[in-house]
C-alpha cells in the first residue's frame, strides 16, 4: 500500500507549518545526530529517499557533493523542493521509493529521513539500495522508533490534567499496519521491531556501523513538551556500509 498524505491539501496545509517545515534541519531534534553519522559528501554521488522539501539534497550540496538526486512520491512535497533550490547538481525524481530502480553502483550515499515507517516492504528497499551503491557506499537512515510505531495512538498516557504519565507499549512484536493520526487521521504507518530493521539491513549485505536513538538537541530543551522526549526515544538511526 503506498499512501501518500502529503499530497492531500488538509494534511499539506498542517505539514507546512510545522517547524521543521518552515526551519529545515536546525528545527529537527534529531539532525544533530544524524549529522554526525553521515560520511563526508564531497565529490559523492548522493540519492535522498523521501526528500520532502529538499533539505537534506541542499545540505548535500553544500557539502559539496558532485551529484544529489531526491525522491518523493508527493507533488506537493517536490514542488516546494525545487521553489527552494536553484543548483543544476540536484534532481528532484517524482516516484514512490518502493517503485525506484536505480543502476548498479549508482550512488556513493543514500540518505533517507523519517520515511521507511511508511513503507510496508524494507527488506525490498534494503536489497534495493545495497544494489544501487557502490562498492563501500554508505547507508544512512532514520525512522520513527519501534516503541513509538508499536501502538495505533502513539500517544502519551495521560492524567485528568492533560500531564503525560508514561508512554505505553503494546503490540511490540506484532509487526504490520498500524492507522495512526499525525496531523490528520487516518495515516497508514508500518511497525517493525529494531531486531527486524537490523536483521533486513544484514539480509541485504549492509554491514551495520551505527545505531542511535537520539535525544533532542539541548538548545531544543526550551521549547514547550520537548523534555518529555527525553522519557522514551523518538527516532531510531542506522548507519550502514556496503
Known amino acids: 500500500m503506498k499512501q501518500n498524505k502529503y499530497d492531500d491539501q488538509t494534511f499539506f496545509a498542517a505539514y507546512e507549518q510545522m517547524p521543521r517545515s518552515i526551519d529545515g534541519l536546525k528545527a529537527a531534534g ?3 545526530v544524524l549529522q554526525a553519522m553521515l560520511p563526508d559528501l564531497q565529490d559523492q554521488r548522493v540519492l535522498d529517499l523521501g526528500c520532502g522539501f529538499g533539505w537534506h539534497c541542499r545540505y548535500a550540496l553544500e557539502q559539496q557533493a558532485s551529484e544529489v538526486v531526491g525522491v518523493d512520491i ?7 523542493a525545487r521553489e527552494l533550490t536553484d543548483d543544476p547538481r540536484v534532481t528532484y525524481v517524482n516516484s514512490s521509493i518502493e517503485d525506484l530502480n536505480f543502476e548498479n553502483g549508482r550512488f556513493d ?15 525490498d ?7 544501487c551503491l557502490a562498492p563501500g557506499g ?6 520513527e522508533h519501534p516503541i513509538f510505531t508499536a501502538r495505533d495512538e502513539q500517544d502519551w498516557h495521560y492524567d485528568e490534567q492533560g500531564k503525560p504519565l508514561h508512554w505505553p507499549v503494546d ?29 533486513s539491513l544484514i539480509r541485504a549485505g549492509f554491514r551495520i556501523t551505527a545505531v542511535k536513538e537520539p535525544e533532542p538537541s539541548p538548545d531544543m530543551m526550551h521549547i ?5 522526549e527525553l522519557r522514551r526515544p523518538m527516532f531510531l538511526l542506522i548507519a550502514a556500509t556496503k
Not at 109 to 123: G, M, Q, T, W
Not at 138 to 143: I, L
Request: aromatic share 16%; charged share 20%.
Open 224 to 228: 514547550p513538551g520537548m523534555k518529555d
Open 171 to 199: 503490540r511490540y512484536q506484532s509487526e504490520g499496519m498500524r492507522d495512526t493520526s499525525f496531523l490528520t487521521d487516518n495515516v497508514i504507518k508500518y511497525h517493525r521491531t529494531l531486531s527486524t530493521y537490523m536483521n
Open 109 to 123: 550515499v543514500v540518505i533517507s529521513s523519517l520515511a521507511f515507517h511508511y513503507i510496508e516492504a524494507f527488506d
Open 125 to 131: 528497499v534494503c536489497s534495493n539500495v545495497y544494489a
Open 74 to 80: 508527493s507533488d506537493n512535497m517536490l514542488k516546494r
Open 30 to 32: 534529531e539532525w544533530h
Open 138 to 143: 554508505t547507508f544512512v537512515f532514520s525512522v
